[in-house]
Nanobody, 111 residues
Framework: VQLVESGGGLVQPGGSLRLSCAASGFTFSRYSMSWYRQAPGKERELVASISSAGGSTHYADSVKGRFTISRDNAKNTTYLQMNSLKSEDTAVYYC?????WGQGTQVTVSS
């Protein structure tokens, strides 16, 4: 299993970013995918998850209405669209599947 995140960066409050997670080494379309994040000094927390076919999603209360998780099974990729970003969204964001983690991508929300 290999998960490679991309798309992080520095953005101003109220801005948007789209994270991508390219997956390989397993049959992507058969498994749910998740995004987690870990802020400095805090535990890693679940941000969003999506079922194998994409028909079911789950979000942490803190991101509902602002973040959208999606997937493209033809491209073996899952996405996290993040809108209306806040300073408290600053964290390293990780892709997760099959008990495996990506390397993470840093998201910094600051003016």
């Amino acid at each position: 299993v290999q998960l490679v995140e991309s798309g992080g960066g520095l953005v101003q409050p109220g801005g948007s970013l789209r994270l991508s997670c390219a997956a390989s080494g397993f049959t992507f379309s058969r498994y749910s995918m998740s995004w987690y994040r870990q802020a400095p000094g805090k535990e890693r927390e679940l941000v969003a998850s999506i079922s194998s076919a994409g028909g079911s999603t789950h979000y942490a209360d803190s991101v509902k209405g602002r973040f959208t998780i999606s997937r493209d099974n033809a491209k073996n990729t899952t996405y996290l669209q993040m809108n209306s970003l806040k300073s408290e969204d600053t964290a390293v964001y990780y892709c997760y599947a099959l008990a495996s983690w990506g390397q993470g991508t840093q998201v910094t929300v600051s003016s």
